[in-house]
């Protein structure tokens, strides 16, 4: 299957300063990729979706402002938890889709932010 | 909107048979998703049925019925290494084909 990697794997930070998150698909391009935000014991949310070269399009209770997404190119998405808090804390998950074949998503492995 | 259930935990033994299902309401239906998640790491596809009826895998099987909202991920012979969160999804049939997950079954198999 096609491959997504994110970078960083954990992070820790302190309250107030911003965070950002890379995910690349390495092997394919993909049009559209998703975020989620994973809270322990609970399943995938999924924040906003991002198509290449356009702004992303969020789900309702997210904050734009907060959370920057950039899609800007066909490999590389990222985002940017702005003035994080300890509520920010979670494990954001990154998924591409190549808009071909049966569309299958892929996901990345993750990002453990920890704020302080 | 949507409104995807699962129960929230099972347990089962090593060996056996196991049934996880899920029911969904959701305003657009472009196929049904399964995926297993271990802590800390990310889903890994397991199945994925679009028209009705039965999926089968290896050990294990998915079934749709899209006139009643439901699923089921089926587990034969189940191994200590089936311990794990198993999470349905279903894809929209907008433009961005979003995933949505439900709230996700953890599944504990002891000796």
């Known amino acids: 299957g096609a491959v997504v990697s994110q970078h960083p794997s954990w992070v820790i930070c302190k309250s107030g300063t911003s965070v950002k998150i890379e995910c690349r698909s390495l092997?394919?391009?993909?049009?559209?990729m998703f975020w989620y935000r994973q809270f322990p014991k609970q399943s995938l949310m999924l924040m906003a979706t991002?198509?290449?070269?356009?702004?992303?399009?969020?789900e309702q209770g997210v904050e734009k402002d907060k959370f920057l997404i950039n899609h800007a190119s066909l490999t590389l998405s990222t985002l940017t938890v702005t003035s994080a808090h300890p509520e920010d804390s979670s494990f954001y998950i990154c998924?591409?889709?190549?808009?071909?074949?049966?569309?299958?998503?892929?996901f990345g492995p993750g990002t453990r932010l920890t704020v302080l | 909107g949507q409104n995807i259930d699962q129960p929230t935990e099972m347990t089962a033994t090593e060996g056996a048979i196991v049934q996880i299902n899920c029911t969904y309401q959701?305003?657009?239906?472009?196929?049904l998703f399964w995926y297993q998640q271990h802590a800390g790491e990310a889903p890994t596809f397991l199945s994925y049925?679009?028209?009705?009826g039965l999926e089968e895998k290896g050990r294990f099987s998915s079934f749709l019925s899209r006139s009643k909202g439901y699923s089921y991920l089926l587990l034969k012979e189940l191994q200590m290494k089936d311990s794990a969160s198993y999470l349905c999804?279903?894809?929209?049939?907008?433009?961005?084909?979003?995933?949505?997950f439900g709230t996700g079954t953890r599944l504990l198999v002891s000796p």
């Open positions: 991002s198509n290449e070269g356009s702004k992303a399009t969020y």
């Open positions: 959701t305003s657009g239906f472009n196929g």
């Open positions: 049925n679009v028209l009705d």
């Open positions: 998924s591409a889709r190549s808009g071909q074949g049966n569309n299958e998503q892929f």
């Open positions: 092997d394919f391009q993909a049009t559209t």
């Open positions: 999804a279903v894809r929209d049939n907008t433009g961005f084909q979003k995933l949505v």
